[in-house]
């Protein structure tokens, strides 16, 4: 029986979790550690955690799982330890996105991220169905993400701000 944890603390799990993991090394070496360690597992928990607040109308765990679903896609698992993601629980966030797109009920930082998933790594989405509107949302507005943002925004938001805060550009 899993215990539901809220956002902050699914983002001091994420905060504990990132210092835990290692740093260097050859992607062999990582991959091992991240098994020796339950690192992949702890992070599959973490998505859990996000997706099922998502689903509860939470639109930060929205966000930060919709980031997992599509880091999980473009970053070597090695390195984000986010190697197994629920493809079911992903497909119902995705689901639910989809439907707040339709009723138009994203803020501007969320259609902004889309953006910018969309535009570098569309294939993120594959595989799933039931998602037209995210997708053609994505695709006639593939450009949002080159407005600018504060990297302060992406403070205490785990590998999402970690993500947005390591490109080191102005957005």
């Known amino acids: 029986m899993s215990i539901k944890l809220d956002i902050q603390q699914l983002t001091q799990k994420e905060t504990a979790l990132l210092k835990k993991m290692m740093r260097n090394g050859y992607f062999e070496e990582r991959d091992a550690f991240n098994e020796k360690f339950d690192i992949y597992a702890e992070w599959a928990e973490i998505f859990n955690g996000y997706g099922n607040l998502a689903l509860a109308d939470d639109m ?22 986010i190697k197994y993601i629920d493809k079911n629980l992903a497909a119902k966030v995705l689901t639910m996105l989809n439907t707040m797109i339709e009723e138009d009920k994203i803020d501007c930082e969320f259609k902004w991220m889309l953006s910018y998933y969309y535009s570098l790594f569309d294939y993120y989405l594959l595989g799933y169905t039931g998602i037209d509107s995210l997708i053609n949302f994505s695709q006639q507005n593939d450009y949002l993400w080159k407005g600018k943002k504060e990297m302060s925004l992406f403070e205490n938001r785990g590998q999402l701000g970690n993500y947005w805060k390591s ?3 102005s957005i």
């Open 167 to 169: 490109l080191n550009w």
């Open 60 to 81: 930060e765990a929205l966000k930060r799982a919709v980031f997992f679903i599509w880091y999980n896609i473009v970053e070597p698992v090695e390195l984000s330890g």
